[in-house]
């Protein structure tokens, strides 16, 4: 399988690079929504965390460090 990146003039398809292929071979063309990432619903867990998270984590992290005196 080869990709082959191409655009549509509005009657064929027009590659940007030279294709090595057979005549009338068969082919799957795959249109790109122009660049624009599709919305997965996994990619609302992908990032920086919210400052609200943060401070939350922070603060759950500080109640497993403190440490009684009388504790070895």
């Given at each position: 399988?080869?990709?082959?990146k191409a655009?549509?003039?509005?009657?064929?398809?027009?590659?940007?690079?030279?294709?090595?292929?057979?005549?009338?071979?068969?082919?799957?063309?795959?249109?790109?929504?122009?660049?624009?990432?599709?919305?997965?619903?996994?990619?609302?867990?992908?990032?920086?965390?919210?400052?609200?998270?943060?401070?939350?984590?922070?603060?759950?992290?500080?109640?497993?460090?403190?440490?009684?005196?009388?504790?070895?």
């Amino acid at each position: 399988m080869v990709a082959v990146k191409a655009y549509y003039d509005g009657s064929v398809f027009v590659p940007v690079e030279p294709v090595k292929a057979r005549r009338n071979q068969p082919a799957i063309i795959t249109i790109l929504d122009d660049g624009k990432v599709v919305e997965k619903p996994h990619y609302r867990f992908i990032g920086v965390l919210s400052q609200e998270s943060y401070e939350e984590i922070c603060s759950s992290l500080e109640d497993t460090q403190k440490v009684d005196a009388n504790e070895w």
